[in-house]
C-alpha cells in the first residue's frame, strides 16, 4: 500500500499562501513557500517513505476576486505569481519524485461566512460566500477559464509527478441534507457555513470539472479525484477516474451513524484521501481500542494504516495531527507529531507493507 500525507496549508495561512497574501502580492515574503515544500518533500520521501501528497490550492479562495452584496466578483486576471508559484510546487514534486494531488478548491469557498468570535479578537468559521463559482453558470465557466484550465496548464510539464487532480474538498457539506450523514455537532456545523448550493448545482459543477480535467491535451490523460467526505458520497456525486473518500467514522449518543466500519476497497473501489492522525473522529470501531487517544499517536497511525491495508486500500493519506505549527514568516516545519512519524515508520516494517 503507498503511503501518502496530507500537507494542505502551509503556515496554515489557508487561501492566502498561493499568490502570497490578500490581494496576491500584498505579502511577499511568502514567495517563499515552494522551496520550503521542497524540503519537506526529501524529509517525507527519505525519512518517511511517503509516496503521495495531497495539497490545497485556493482553499477558500479568499484571496481570488471578492465578494459584494452577497455575489461573487472574480478578479479581471489571476495574479502571475498563482501561476509562477504553482510552477515551482510541480516542480519541487517532479525533483523529488514525489506524486501529488492538488486539491483546486475547498468546501469553505462555498459556505457562509458566520462570526464565530467577536472578542477579544474576532474570528470567523473560514467560509468566503463565493457559492457563485457553483450556482451560476457564467461564473462557474469563467472560474473554469481563469483557473482550472491555466492551472492544468501549468501541470502539463510535470504530468508524471501528478497522481490525480482534486476538483473539491468535501463538498457534501455545501449541499447537505437532514440524513445520518449530516448529524453533526453544532461547532461543525457553525465550521461548514449554512449551505447555499444545490445537489443538481454541485453535480454540475463537479461533473463539468472533472471533464475539462480528463479531457485535457495531455500524455498520458490526467485522472481526476474529488475528496468525498464519506463513503456514501461516491454514489451521489461524481467521484472522476479517481474515486476518493474520507474515513472519520461518526457516532452519537455512542451509536455508530456513518462509516461504522471501513468498507473494503473492493466495495468502494476508491483511496482513502484522508485518515486521522491524530484525534480527529471517533475510534475506528473495528480496531477495538488499538487507536484510543491513550494508545498515542504511534499505534494510532501504524494501525490505522495497517487496518487500511487488511482492508485492500492500495493509497492511504494522513491527515496531520501536530496541533501547533510555527506561524509565517517562521520555518514551515511537517505538521505530523514525531510519535505520528514514528507509527508511519513503523508500519512500513510490518510483513507485506
Known sequence: MLVGVNYPVPWNVYGIYLGSG???GSCPGMDVWPENLASNLVILRDELGVQVVRVFLLGNAANYGAVV???????EALDPRVTQQLRAMFEAFADAKLLVIPSLIDFKAFGERTLLRQRPN???NGCTDRHDIVNDPATRQRFFDQVLRPFLAVSKPYRSAIYAWEVQNEPIWNVRELALTSLVTNLERSAVGRTRVSRPA???FLQQAVDIIERFDVEPRFEATVGHRFARDLERFPTGQRRQFHYYPLQLLGLGLVDRILPTAAVTRAFLGEVAAGTHGDPWPELQGADHPRAGARARVRE????AQHKGYTLTLLWPD???HTP???PDPLKFSQ???HGIKDFHKLPGA
Open 304 to 307: 490505522r494504516l495497517r487496518h
Open 22 to 24: 490578500n490581494p496576491p
Open 202 to 204: 454541485m453535480q454540475t
Open 328 to 330: 509565517f514568516p517562521g
Open 339 to 341: 510519535a505520528a512519524q
Open 69 to 75: 452584496d452577497g455575489r461573487a466578483t472574480l478578479p
Open 322 to 324: 501536530a496541533e501547533h
Open 122 to 124: 474576532p474570528c470567523t
